[in-house]
């Protein structure tokens, strides 16, 4: 069985394919429909857009043009970090869904505990009145799970200490030499299943030299590493490309980093990402 047929189970007994194609950054339009479409075509099964990406439209386009059962994919969005109200998460999610195109959704995330202009912001209040929304939409079945991006510990506990349901999913940026170990433990305590966006860096892990290294001795490529790495880490990656090469490359880690290579990629350290 290919990697892009296994799954991972949440929680709530929701089967989440284990690598999904990550769309952030991808324009809406053309470039957004032939990338997952480009995907769909070479076996993925679980596609992550969010409505910040601005692409739902095409991604759902490509998704209903497929030819694949809709139950055979699983698509994710997200709540616009400054949603932070009961009536616009509503409303967000409505226009999610029409731009979608679909009569539901697989997974919905609340994209960030604050605003992204406002990082670091407390919206504890805001938070629990998204979730309420999610919480009845998931409970009407028109979302199969609920879940948060970007949440540590602290925002983690608002929604776990004073509402209904555990998030069953939460999306973090997570990567070779990124120390995420607090959140992964909250989250593994709560039975919270971690999703892993930014597996290559944004691309700027690839040129890590201590990876390449580990990628010509198992005859890889940098970026097959760290998407192996992840999922031995038992989460799931999230790589992104345009290229349909690297597309293919990105789910073809059917192979296994020994316990010694693993802990060697452990000591790797830092955040390489650059945004200009
Ligand atoms: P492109 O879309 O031009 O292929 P991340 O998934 O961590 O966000 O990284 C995405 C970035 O890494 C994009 O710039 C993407 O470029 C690049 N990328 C994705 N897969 C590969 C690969 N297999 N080899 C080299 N670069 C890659």
Same mark, same amino acid.
């Given at each position: 069985?290919?990697?892009?047929? %296994?799954?991972?189970?949440?929680?709530? &007994?929701?089967?989440?394919?284990?690598?999904?194609?990550?769309?952030?950054? #991808? *324009?809406?339009?053309?470039?957004?429909?032939?990338?997952? $479409?480009? /995907?769909? *075509?070479?076996?993925?099964?679980?596609?992550?857009?969010?409505?910040?990406?601005?692409?739902?439209?095409?991604?759902?386009?490509?998704?209903?043009?497929?030819?694949?059962?809709?139950?055979?994919?699983?698509?994710?969005?997200?709540?616009?970090?400054?949603? *932070?109200?009961? =009536?616009?998460?509503?409303?967000?999610? =409505? %226009?999610?869904? /029409?731009?979608?195109?679909?009569?539901?959704?697989?997974?919905?995330?609340?994209?960030?505990?604050?605003?992204?202009?406002?990082?670091?912001?407390?919206?504890? %209040?805001?938070?629990?009145?998204?979730?309420?929304? $999610?919480? %009845?939409?998931?409970?009407? &079945?028109?979302? @199969?799970?609920?879940?948060?991006?970007?949440?540590?510990? *602290?925002?983690?506990?608002?929604? +776990? &200490?004073?509402?209904?349901?555990?998030?069953?999913?939460?999306?973090? &940026?997570?990567?070779?030499?990124?120390?995420?170990? @607090?959140?992964?433990?909250?989250? @593994?305590?709560?039975? #919270?299943?971690?999703?892993?966006?930014?597996?290559?860096?944004?691309?700027?892990?690839?040129?890590?030299?201590?990876?390449?290294?580990?990628? @010509?001795?198992?005859?890889?490529?940098?970026?097959?590493?760290?998407?192996?790495?992840?999922?031995?880490?038992?989460?799931?990656?999230?790589?992104?490309?345009?290229?349909?090469?690297?597309? +293919? =490359?990105?789910?073809?880690?059917?192979?296994?980093?020994?316990?010694?290579? $693993?802990?060697?990629?452990?000591?790797?350290?830092?955040?390489?990402?650059?945004?200009?």
């Amino acid at each position: 069985m290919s990697i892009l047929q %296994e799954t991972y189970t949440l929680s709530n &007994g929701v089967k989440l394919p284990k690598i999904g194609f990550g769309t952030w950054q #991808i *324009k809406e339009g053309e470039e957004a429909y032939n990338s997952v $479409m480009t /995907a769909l *075509k070479n076996g993925y099964r679980h596609i992550d857009s969010a409505e910040g990406y601005r692409n739902e439209t095409s991604v759902g386009r490509a998704v209903r043009d497929s030819g694949i059962p809709r139950e055979e994919i699983f698509v994710t969005s997200k709540l616009e970090s400054h949603i *932070k109200t009961y =009536e616009g998460a509503k409303q967000a999610f =409505e %226009e999610t869904m /029409a731009n979608f195109g679909f009569e539901y959704l697989d997974l919905f995330l609340i994209h960030a505990p604050w605003p992204w202009s406002e990082m670091g912001k407390e919206c504890d %209040e805001g938070n629990r009145e998204a979730w309420r929304a $999610m919480e %009845e939409f998931y409970k009407a &079945g028109r979302i @199969k799970a609920i879940g948060v991006s970007n949440f540590e510990p *602290k925002h983690l506990d608002n929604i +776990i &200490g004073n509402c209904e349901i555990v998030p069953h999913v939460n999306q973090i &940026g997570y990567f070779i030499g990124l120390d995420q170990s @607090k959140t992964i433990e909250h989250c @593994k305590k709560h039975d #919270i299943f971690v999703e892993a966006y930014s597996p290559l860096g944004i691309g700027y892990l690839l040129d890590n030299e201590d990876i390449q290294k580990v990628a @010509k001795k198992y005859d890889k490529s940098a970026a097959q590493i760290c998407i192996r790495y992840l999922l031995q880490k038992g989460t799931a990656p999230l790589p992104k490309s345009t290229h349909e090469h690297r597309i +293919i =490359e990105n789910a073809d880690v059917d192979f296994d980093i020994t316990a010694e290579d $693993m802990a060697f990629l452990d000591t790797i350290k830092g955040d390489p990402r650059r945004w200009e």
